[in-house]
């Protein structure tokens, strides 16, 4: 297992490279994006040219029409008991969706289960106990949209990221707790990255920092401070690799998944 620590502007952009490698590595993989609703993360022509078996997911059925035509759509809460998905997938990964479910654990072991032997799942969420996020998830959600969609219109002018009620269950660093608990389930927890700070397009807490110069210097110090020593009790944002199995040369995809180091993530540190 590798865990990795670094900058919050870097979690989106290499999450998505990454996402990307794994997609185009091998033609004929069976996919499944949760929680992909109006925004699928593979456009379609991509899907297309490389022959993908591509299954999105979402509990909306008015997010799922928002979706281009062409991908496979089915309208499920994988978390249920009786839900229809169930593949094998060689991956399943979600985009800021596991911190809107009730249960983690749910989240996690149904997806396990939707894995073919040697697939993966992988995970890009904000965690706690990064204030922004503790604020978010203990003031009521009529609240938090309406300072949310001030502090970000952008969001109420493009009604496809529009804001969702957020429990962030299971939504943490890599803490020996977290940790156990996803392999208990049977995963191999191949890679865990955590990212400190706020900053990007669409960090809950940056509009604050931009709108006071002193408090920006002093989060972005107490930022470098936290990648040099890192907590992962304090981190904002996380990505998650897991896998079923340990069988992963005979896994449909040809290729390990890529070191972050890889992708160019900056103050790395191996745990």
């Known amino acids: 297992?590798?865990?990795?620590?670094?900058?919050?502007?870097?979690?989106?952009?290499?999450?998505?490279?990454?996402?990307?490698?794994?997609?185009t590595s091998t033609r004929g993989l069976r996919?499944?994006?949760?929680?992909?609703?109006?925004?699928?993360?593979?456009?379609?022509?991509?899907?297309?040219?490389?022959?993908m078996d591509y299954t999105i997911v979402d509990v909306s059925e008015t997010e799922l029409a928002k979706a281009p035509s062409g991908y496979r759509k089915i309208c499920a809460d994988i978390t249920e008991p009786d839900h229809p998905v169930t593949g094998p997938y060689d991956l399943v990964f979600s985009f800021w969706c596991a911190e809107h479910v009730y249960s983690g654990q749910n989240f996690h072991s149904s997806i396990f289960r939707m894995l073919a032997d040697g697939g993966r799942a992988m995970h890009l969420f904000p965690t706690l106990y990064s204030p922004p996020f503790v604020f978010n998830y203990l003031v009521p959600d009529s609240l938090s949209e309406k300072l949310l969609l001030w502090l970000q219109p952008h969001r109420e002018a493009d009604g496809d990221h529009?804001?969702?009620?957020a429990h962030y269950s299971?939504?943490?660093?890599?803490?020996?707790?977290?940790?156990?608990?996803?392999?208990?389930?049977?995963y191999t927890v191949e890679e865990y990255a955590s990212f400190f700070?706020?900053?990007?397009?669409?960090?809950f807490g940056a509009a604050y920092l931009d709108r006071v110069p002193a408090l920006r210097w002093l989060h972005e110090r107490v930022t470098e401070a936290l990648v040099r020593h890192p907590n992962p009790y304090l981190t904002t944002y996380a990505y998650v690799v897991l896998g079923k199995g340990t069988s992963v040369p005979e896994s449909r995809l040809e290729a390990s998944i890529?070191?972050?180091?890889?992708?160019?993530?900056?103050?790395?540190?191996?745990?």
């Not at 890529?258 to 745990?271: F, N, Y």
Request: aromatic content about 6%.
């Open 1 to 23: 297992m590798t865990i990795r620590y670094g900058l919050s502007n870097d979690a989106d952009s290499q999450y998505r490279k990454t996402i990307e490698r794994i997609t």
């Open 170 to 186: 299971w939504c943490v660093g890599p803490t020996k707790r977290q940790i156990e608990r996803l392999e208990h389930i049977g």
């Open 162 to 165: 529009g804001k969702f009620p």
């Open 197 to 203: 700070g706020h900053s990007g397009k669409y960090a």
């Open 31 to 51: 996919i499944c994006e949760i929680g992909g609703g109006a925004n699928p993360a593979i456009p379609i022509e991509v899907v297309e040219a490389y022959d």
């Open 258 to 271: 890529p070191r972050i180091a890889e992708s160019g993530l900056s103050h790395s540190v191996v745990g």
